[in-house]
T-cell receptor, first 117, second 113 residues
Framework: AQKITQTQPGMFVQEKEAVTLDCTYDTSDQSYGLFWYKQPSSGEMIFLIY??????QNATEGRYSLNFQKARKSANLVISASQLGDSAMYFC??????????????FGSGTQLTVLP | EADIYQTPRYLVIGTGKKITLECSQTMGHDKMYWYQQDPGMELHLIHY???????EKGDLSSESTVSRIRTEHFPLTLESARPSHTSQYLC????????????FGPGTRLTVT
């Protein structure tokens, strides 16, 4: 089974509007971390936001917030007030503290976000 | 801004050649990683290291090898490049602890003709 599922291969949003990128995960660990990364066309991976499994509040970083619903195993990324520079590929990733080998990140297949002027 | 560097950024090379992709970080991170990513696809871990003289293979089988002789340096070597090795290779590092994000280098786009 996929550990990280991103069901939206592509998304479009109008500039200045908010957009939600979906991410569901599968783990039997009680302790894990969830990450979102942005990958522009230039190829580098840019860390956006982190949510720990024991964090009671949703993580926020500027225009980014993570809608964490633990019972549903979802960790959706919300981008408010979209900008043209937000156009990129977005990856959700998970690190399992105990069962993940090497505690490395497992990535989803990504969502290509396009912001329209 | 993360201090992790990869060279070369782009490489086109013929089949059978030996290549080394360089990765260096100046943050003193113990953990380092190599990922392989085909265009528009997810990242797959091919190698990782917890520290000097520690290297392990990742989930995705790879014909490449790595070494970790110094904390800051984690080169990846292909002894005999093949067209199937054409991909982007991303190096990353992180501090110890599960809550720390991985910092990525800019990547090397490898094309084997």
């Amino acid at each position: 089974a996929q550990k990280i599922t991103q069901t939206q291969p592509g998304m479009f949003v109008q500039e200045k509007e908010a957009v939600t990128l979906d991410c569901t995960y599968d783990t039997s660990d009680q302790s894990y971390g969830l990450f979102w990364y942005k990958q522009p066309s230039s190829g580098e991976m840019i860390f956006l936001i982190y949510q720990g499994s024991y964090d009671e509040q949703n993580a926020t970083e500027g225009r980014y917030s993570l809608n964490f619903q633990k019972a549903r195993k979802s960790a959706n990324l919300v981008i408010s007030a979209s900008q043209l520079g937000d156009s990129a590929m977005y990856f959700c990733a998970m690190r399992e503290v105990f069962s993940g080998s090497a505690r490395q990140l497992t990535f989803g297949s990504g969502t290509q976000l396009t912001v329209l002027p | 801004e993360a201090d992790i560097y990869q060279t070369p950024r782009y490489l086109v090379i013929g089949t059978g050649k030996k290549i080394t992709l360089e990765c260096s970080q100046t943050m003193g991170h113990d953990k380092m990683y190599w990922y392989q990513q085909d265009p528009g696809m997810e990242l797959h871990l091919i190698h990782y290291s917890y520290g000097v003289n520690s290297t392990e293979k990742g989930d995705l089988s790879s014909e490449s090898t790595v070494s970790r002789i110094r904390t800051e340096h984690f080169p990846l070597t292909l002894e005999s490049a093949r067209p199937s090795h054409t991909s982007q290779y991303l190096c990353a590092s992180s501090e110890r602890g599960s809550s720390y994000e991985q910092y990525f280098g800019p990547g090397t786009r490898l094309t084997v003709t």
